[in-house]
């Protein structure tokens, strides 16, 4: 079975630029999390969907941010515009469920730079 | 709120030593606690788990037992190997339906 597919691997950009990273879930998953991981902060979650719902986006740094789930199969987070202190690296994790006694399955991530 | 703090890191040790990385944890149920390993340039994936308290979750050598009493969830392996290399992060989720609440991780590096 395939696992959590992100893309781009990695990603290059200057100050100011638009960047969309982009995520396939599990298939059959109901939940689906974003993460951004740096040295300094560790990993926070941004947001998470339930059913393609967004349940809580409180982690989301400030409006530059935004996330969507337009189906089960597909979620994007969209940076805009990017700024030096997003670098970091961003994964994408599903679920069968959000909590409980389920396993989070993450994606290899994004590995973000920006000049 | 739900928290975990682990042990800070990093953790170096040669190869065959015992490792134990801390975990205790604050919550206001009866969560399911985890350990994820992350291997340099990948993401997280589960290590093991215990859903309730007495559990042990073991996988590769690595064991942790669930204890209520104490609020722990200490990871151990008896011998570790440089292929052990890797930042360990313990977790819980309660019974809420809420995401995994992660500590900050413990880089373990193992030399041969």
């Known amino acids: 079975d395939a696992g959590v597919i992100q893309s781009p691997r990695h990603e290059v950009t200057e100050m100011g630029q638009e960047v969309t990273l982009r995520c396939k879930p599990i298939s059959g998953h109901n939940s689906l999390f974003w993460y951004r991981q740096t040295m300094m902060r560790g990993l926070e979650l941004l947001i998470y969907f339930n059913n393609n719902v967004p349940i809580d986006d409180s982690g989301m740094p400030e409006d530059r941010f935004s996330a969507k789930m337009p189906n089960a199969s597909f979620s994007t987070l969209k940076i805009q515009p990017s700024e030096p202190r997003d670098s970091a690296v961003y994964f994408c994790?599903?679920?069968?469920?959000?909590?409980?006694?389920?396993?989070?399955?993450f994606g290899p991530g994004t590995r973000l730079l920006v000049l | 709120g739900d928290s975990v703090t682990q042990m800070e890191g990093p953790v170096t040790l040669s190869e065959e030593a015992f490792l134990t990385i801390n975990c205790t944890y604050t919550a206001t149920g009866y969560p399911s606690l985890f350990w994820y390993v992350q291997y340099p340039g990948e993401g997280l994936q589960l290590l093991l788990k215990a859903t309730k308290a007495d559990d042990k979750g073991s996988n590769k050598g690595f064991e942790a037992t669930y204890r209520k009493e104490t609020t722990s969830f200490h990871l151990e392996k008896g011998s570790v190997q440089v292929s052990d290399s890797a930042v360990y992060f313990c977790a819980l989720s309660d019974s809420r339906n809420t995401p995994l609440v992660f500590g900050k991780g413990t880089r373990l590096s193992v030399i041969a």
């Open positions: 994790a599903s679920s069968p469920v959000a909590g409980g006694q389920e396993t989070q399955y």
